[in-house]
C-alpha cells in the first residue's frame, strides 16, 4: 500500500481519472491519503480526514513513507485559519494555502509557516469560523474560500475546530444527535433540508435569532423556521427542512 500528500493549496478530487471527470471534493495542502488504485497518470485516494475516494494526477500528490501516514494522527492538529497564507519552501519560494489547510506535517515536508494555527472547540470559535467563509461563491466539489459547496462549507468549519464531519451531506446527517424542534438548537448545530423524493441534499449551520449560514449560490445567511429556509430575494422556502442535528 502507498501513501501520499497533499503539496499544494489545492488539488481537485475527480469522479474518474479523466481531467474532464466531474471534480467531486478537494484536497486542501497537508491532506494525507492513502492510494487505493493506480491507472496510467493518476491515483485514486481515499482521503484520511473522512475516508472520501477519488482520483488525482499522480504529478500533483507527493507519495510519503507509511509511517508518516500513520503517525499524523497522533500530531496535536494545526490548521491554517486566514482566508489565505502561504508556506516557505527550502529554497525560499511561496506557496499560496487557503483556510483549513493541514500544517501537522510542516517539519517532514521542510516548509515553514508564520501564521496562526489555533484550533479551539467551541461553538463560539465554530460560528465565529462560519463566518470568514461568508459570500464565498458556491462551487461543486469546493472546499475552499475560492469556491464551496454547502458539505464542504459545513465540514471546513468544523474541521477548523478539529471535529471529523463527513464530506457529503447525507453522510454528515448521519453524524450527531436529532433534536426535535429548532427551539432546541443552539448556533452550530446543523439542519439539513431534502428533496421530493426524500433525499438529504443540503446542509448549513444554524445562527441565533432562527438564521442560517449555508452555500446556496454563494455562502449567504437567510432566516428558518418549522418549514425550512427563506429566501427573502424570492419570497418563497428554497430548502425544506427534514432534521437537525447537534454535534458538540
Known sequence: ?????????????????????????????????????????WFKIRNQWDGYEGWITQNQGLEIPEEIYKNQADLEIKHATNLMDYVCLSNSELVPI???????????????FEGETTTIKTKEQLIKNAYAYLHTPYLWGGKSPMGIDCSG??????????????????????????????????????????????????????????????????????????????????QTHSHKLRMIKKII
Open 1 to 41: 500500500m502507498k501513501y501520499g500528500i497533499c503539496p499544494l493549496g489545492i488539488i481537485p478530487l475527480r469522479n474518474d481519472f479523466n481531467h474532464r471527470s466531474e471534480q467531486v471534493s478537494q484536497l486542501l495542502y497537508g491532506d494525507c491519503f492513502k492510494i487505493i488504485d493506480q491507472r496510467k497518470d
Open 98 to 112: 487557503p483556510l483549513g489547510s493541514d500544517l501537522r506535517l510542516l517539519d517532514f515536508l521542510n516548509h515553514s
Open 153 to 234: 462549507f459545513t465540514q471546513m468549519v468544523y474541521k477548523l475546530n478539529g471535529i471529523v464531519l463527513k464530506r457529503d451531506a447525507y453522510q454528515q446527517a448521519e453524524q450527531g444527535t436529532t433534536l426535535s424542534f429548532i427551539e432546541e438548537s443552539e448556533p452550530g448545530d446543523l439542519a439539513f433540508f431534502d428533496d421530493r423524493d426524500g433525499n438529504i441534499t443540503h446542509v448549513g449551520i444554524l445562527l441565533q435569532d432562527h438564521r442560517i449560514i449555508h452555500a446556496h449560490g454563494k455562502v449567504r445567511i437567510d432566516p428558518i423556521d418549522q418549514t425550512g429556509i427563506f429566501n427573502k430575494e424570492l
